[in-house]
């Protein structure tokens, strides 16, 4: 028989009080636990080194007694036992999809997926799409490589499944891809925020044209903070003539948050299909709402595939105040902050490329920039180059107001140094743009 918190729907789940979404959680993580368990190597094994009886436990008063995963332990399985490691709960003969993750921070993690696990993160894009107000009506063009990373792949399958009309653009160049969009005449594109800026210089550089009167009006980002960088995302909107909707989500974990129409700025977790906790980077230490911590993700749906309480290395503001939206799942405030391998101490400062991000470019005349971290033994510095709008006469006026913000937000003394258009490198997928020498 089907609990009764599991019996109601997402929707209803997503608009109702903590107390029946906590309920739902906890009917959800036993089931998700009862249906691996003792099939699912990776997580048997955890639970007996940590000498837990499963059925002892009481969610979500007992979560915090099973013990955190990272992706080092996923990294060192897969390195124990190639290629997929221990944590699978069906034999691979019941797998269907293969991705990886992008490998931005390392090794790149291999993920397969069973139809039923596909689905489900399907359902999750669906959540996505409702809050951005993307439907079966709408044409949805993806600027993307369809490489083996996730991506945007279940935002596809998605809009297929939804009845939307879905432009596929892996291999081409983004003069191609803009030409489609004068051709199809898409409403939505979904990219990274580094890609939809990219169109934007193409357009305007080769093509001698402005995208905000284009026939997109939402543009879908991921993949990157930028979305939810208030300075990026003013430029992307202005820039597209659109609405931005930020969304996040991580190969290994799913596509876990999304921004609603109604409150930019903020991400909803969906809880329907997650259980999300706030820790202290490094440790157990449970982080109240308001406060800096680490992302930690349940997946309750991914049975072949889960992971349980996952230390993500996003860093994070939660709230669990109602959104004017009508949904009671919590948010994150002002997105993804960071990430805990992304953060460089320079001269007793913590510096996240996000808080670089954020001054630049806040600076229209800033086309592309690039950080460079250079170490000298003990000691840090950084360094900012940019490529300055090429109708500006004097861009060491740019450089030394770039380097006057970035002291103000900082209290660093950062060098910034222009050169010519074209010479920083481009990316249409994730970039990179902090360098550590």
């Given at each position: 028989?089907?609990?009764?918190?599991?019996?109601?729907?997402?929707?209803?789940?997503?608009?109702?009080?903590?107390?029946?979404?906590?309920?739902h959680q906890a009917d959800r993580l036993t089931e998700l636990i009862r249906s691996f368990l003792n099939r699912n190597q990776f997580y048997s094994k955890k639970f007996r080194r940590a000498r837990l009886s499963i059925n002892g436990l009481?969610?979500?008063?007992?979560?915090?007694?099973?013990?955190?995963?990272?992706?080092?332990?996923?990294?060192?399985?897969?390195?124990?036992?190639?290629?997929?490691?221990?944590?699978?709960?069906?034999?691979?003969?019941?797998?269907?999809?293969?991705?990886?993750?992008?490998?931005?921070?390392?090794?790149?993690?291999?993920?397969?997926?069973?139809?039923?696990?596909?689905?489900?993160?399907?359902?999750?894009?669906?959540?996505?799409?409702?809050?951005?107000?993307?439907?079966?009506?709408?044409?949805?063009?993806?600027?993307?490589?369809?490489?083996?990373?996730?991506?945007?792949?279940?935002?596809?399958?998605?809009?297929?499944?939804?009845?939307?009309?879905?432009?596929?653009?892996?291999?081409?160049?983004?003069?191609?891809?803009?030409?489609?969009?004068?051709?199809?005449?898409?409403?939505?594109?979904?990219?990274?925020?580094?890609?939809?800026?990219?169109?934007?210089?193409?357009?305007?550089?080769?093509?001698?044209?402005?995208?905000?009167?284009?026939?997109?009006?939402?543009?879908?980002?991921?993949?990157?903070?930028?979305?939810?960088?208030?300075?990026?995302?003013?430029?992307?909107?202005?820039?597209?003539?659109?609405?931005?909707i930020d969304h996040h989500g991580l190969t290994e974990v799913g596509p876990l948050s999304y921004e609603c129409w109604e409150a930019p700025g903020f991400l909803h977790l969906n809880e329907t299909e997650f259980i999300v906790e706030i820790?202290?980077?490094?440790?157990?230490?449970?982080?109240?709402?308001?406060?800096?911590?680490?992302?930690?993700?349940?997946?309750?749906?991914?049975?072949?595939?889960?992971?349980?309480?996952?230390?993500?290395?996003?860093?994070?503001?939660?709230?669990r105040e109602k959104c004017s939206c009508g949904r009671t799942t919590a948010r994150l405030v002002g997105g993804v902050l960071a990430r805990t391998d992304d953060m460089i101490n320079v001269k007793g400062v913590n510096v996240f490329p996000?808080?670089?991000?954020?001054?630049?470019?806040?600076?229209?005349?800033?086309?592309?920039?690039?950080?460079?971290?250079?170490?000298?033994?003990?000691?840090?510095?950084?360094?900012?180059?940019?490529?300055?709008?090429?109708?500006?006469?004097?861009?060491?006026?740019?450089?030394?107001?770039?380097?006057?913000?970035?002291?103000?937000?900082?209290?660093?003394?950062?060098?910034?140094?222009?050169?010519?258009?074209?010479?920083?490198?481009?990316?249409?997928?994730?970039?990179?743009?902090?360098?550590?020498?």
């Amino acid at each position: 028989m089907i609990a009764p918190s599991i019996a109601r729907g997402p929707l209803e789940i997503e608009r109702s009080s903590r107390k029946v979404i906590a309920t739902h959680q906890a009917d959800r993580l036993t089931e998700l636990i009862r249906s691996f368990l003792n099939r699912n190597q990776f997580y048997s094994k955890k639970f007996r080194r940590a000498r837990l009886s499963i059925n002892g436990l009481a969610f979500p008063d007992d979560l915090q007694k099973l013990p955190l995963t990272t992706k080092a332990e996923l990294i060192d399985d897969q390195s124990s036992s190639p290629p997929w490691g221990t944590g699978l709960s069906e034999p691979v003969s019941s797998f269907s999809r293969y991705n990886q993750t992008s490998s931005t921070t390392g090794n790149p993690l291999r993920w397969i997926d069973t139809p039923e696990s596909w689905r489900w993160m399907l359902g999750c894009w669906d959540a996505v799409y409702k809050a951005a107000r993307v439907s079966a009506s709408d044409r949805i063009l993806f600027p993307f490589s369809f490489g083996p990373f996730l991506g945007f792949w279940t935002a596809f399958d998605a809009g297929v499944r939804m009845g939307a009309f879905c432009i596929p653009t892996g291999g081409m160049t983004s003069e191609s891809r803009l030409a489609l969009i004068e051709t199809l005449e898409p409403t939505v594109i979904c990219c990274t925020p580094t890609y939809a800026l990219r169109l934007l210089d193409v357009a305007s550089e080769n093509r001698n044209r402005h995208l905000d009167s284009c026939s997109v009006r939402t543009v879908i980002v991921a993949g990157e903070p930028g979305g939810s960088i208030p300075s990026t995302r003013r430029r992307i909107e202005s820039g597209w003539g659109a609405r931005v909707i930020d969304h996040h989500g991580l190969t290994e974990v799913g596509p876990l948050s999304y921004e609603c129409w109604e409150a930019p700025g903020f991400l909803h977790l969906n809880e329907t299909e997650f259980i999300v906790e706030i820790l202290k980077p490094g440790t157990d230490q449970i982080v109240p709402d308001g406060q800096q911590g680490e992302l930690i993700v349940t997946n309750l749906g991914r049975t072949a595939s889960p992971v349980i309480r996952y230390r993500t290395g996003d860093i994070v503001v939660r709230t669990r105040e109602k959104c004017s939206c009508g949904r009671t799942t919590a948010r994150l405030v002002g997105g993804v902050l960071a990430r805990t391998d992304d953060m460089i101490n320079v001269k007793g400062v913590n510096v996240f490329p996000t808080a670089i991000e954020s001054v630049v470019r806040s600076f229209q005349e800033v086309v592309e920039f690039q950080t460079t971290v250079i170490a000298r033994k003990a000691m840090r510095s950084l360094s900012v180059t940019i490529e300055v709008d090429g109708s500006i006469k004097e861009p060491s006026t740019v450089e030394h107001e770039v380097e006057r913000k970035l002291h103000e937000a900082l209290g660093l003394s950062i060098s910034v140094t222009s050169v010519e258009l074209g010479t920083l490198p481009r990316f249409d997928m994730k970039a990179r743009r902090f360098i550590v020498e």
